[in-house]
């Protein structure tokens, strides 16, 4: 147990160059951990240092299969390309049919300069999780610095799933197994669609609940 701690903080130190015991969380991470079943969902790829010390430039994220309108934020400091990824066959895109989604959001050229090596930068985007409850969503993407890469890209061994007793602690193993895990954020059943707005059921109730107690006080 001690080798296996010892070990995960000689990566963490290998991947920050300093010798201070740091979180997992100074590795690139997503903003939010859960999101929505089909909720359109803002967020950002969290970035935490540059590449050894090197100066960032850029960052390279692969959108995950079964997303089909991921958007990068408008962001000043970026040149933002697209790279599009063919689907094996057509799909409906609200009420027109597309054959190609975004595959991949790069953010280059910064048009201020690099962003010094001990950085953290947001670098925000919009999708629209998949209505896939309990998957785990890997968002595997490549740091670019002045000076090489830094690639968040390594899976789990075996998949993580949250319906697995172990789960939180086998989650962290993965983020600490190697310096460079690709982040990820798990995908909850919604109670509610987000669009019509409405209440969810455990709301309306306590909508009533309140009614009932303010009579309970007028009486
Ligand atoms: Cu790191």
């Given at each position: 147990?001690?080798?296996?701690?010892?070990?995960?903080f000689?990566?963490?130190?290998?991947?920050?160059?300093?010798?201070?015991?740091?979180?997992?969380?100074?590795?690139?991470?997503?903003?939010?951990?859960?999101?929505?079943?089909?909720?359109?969902?803002?967020?950002?790829?969290?970035?935490?240092?540059?590449?050894?010390?090197?100066?960032?430039?850029?960052?390279?994220?692969?959108?995950?299969d079964?997303?089909?309108?991921?958007?990068?934020?408008?962001d000043?400091?970026?040149?933002?390309?697209?790279?599009?990824?063919?689907?094996?066959?057509?799909?409906?895109?609200?009420?027109?049919?597309?054959?190609?989604?975004?595959g991949?959001?790069?953010?280059?050229?910064?048009?201020?300069?690099?962003?010094?090596?001990?950085?953290?930068?947001?670098?925000?985007?919009?999708?629209?999780?998949?209505?896939?409850?309990?998957?785990?969503?890997?968002?595997?993407?490549?740091?670019?610095?002045?000076?090489?890469?830094?690639?968040?890209?390594?899976?789990?061994?075996v998949?993580?799933?949250?319906?697995?007793?172990?789960?939180?602690?086998?989650?962290?193993?993965f983020?600490?197994?190697?310096?460079?895990?690709?982040?990820?954020?798990?995908i909850?059943?919604?109670?509610?669609?987000?669009?019509?707005?409405?209440?969810?059921?455990?709301?309306?109730?306590?909508?009533?609940?309140?009614?009932?107690?303010?009579?309970?006080?007028?009486?």
């Amino acid at each position: 147990m001690i080798s296996k701690t010892l070990r995960a903080f000689g990566v963490l130190m290998a991947c920050l160059g300093v010798t201070v015991a740091v979180p997992a969380a100074a590795h690139n991470v997503a903003s939010i951990h859960e999101g929505l079943a089909g909720h359109s969902t803002a967020m950002a790829l969290n970035v935490n240092h540059g590449c050894k010390g090197s100066p960032i430039v850029g960052l390279r994220l692969q959108v995950p299969d079964g997303i089909t309108d991921a958007k990068a934020a408008y962001d000043p400091h970026w040149t933002i390309e697209y790279k599009m990824r063919k689907l094996s066959e057509p799909i409906d895109f609200h009420g027109r049919m597309i054959n190609e989604v975004v595959g991949e959001i790069i953010w280059k050229d910064p048009k201020n300069g690099s962003l010094p090596a001990n950085s953290w930068y947001p670098f925000k985007f919009r999708m629209t999780l998949p209505n896939e409850p309990n998957r785990v969503l890997h968002l595997k993407n490549i740091t670019l610095c002045e000076e090489g890469t830094d690639p968040y890209i390594d899976m789990p061994e075996v998949a993580l799933d949250v319906n697995d007793e172990d789960f939180a602690a086998k989650t962290w193993a993965f983020m600490t197994a190697t310096a460079t895990p690709a982040p990820f954020l798990v995908i909850r059943a919604a109670e509610k669609k987000q669009y019509p707005w409405e209440w969810t059921p455990a709301q309306a109730r306590g909508e009533r609940e309140g009614t009932r107690q303010r009579q309970a006080r007028a009486d």
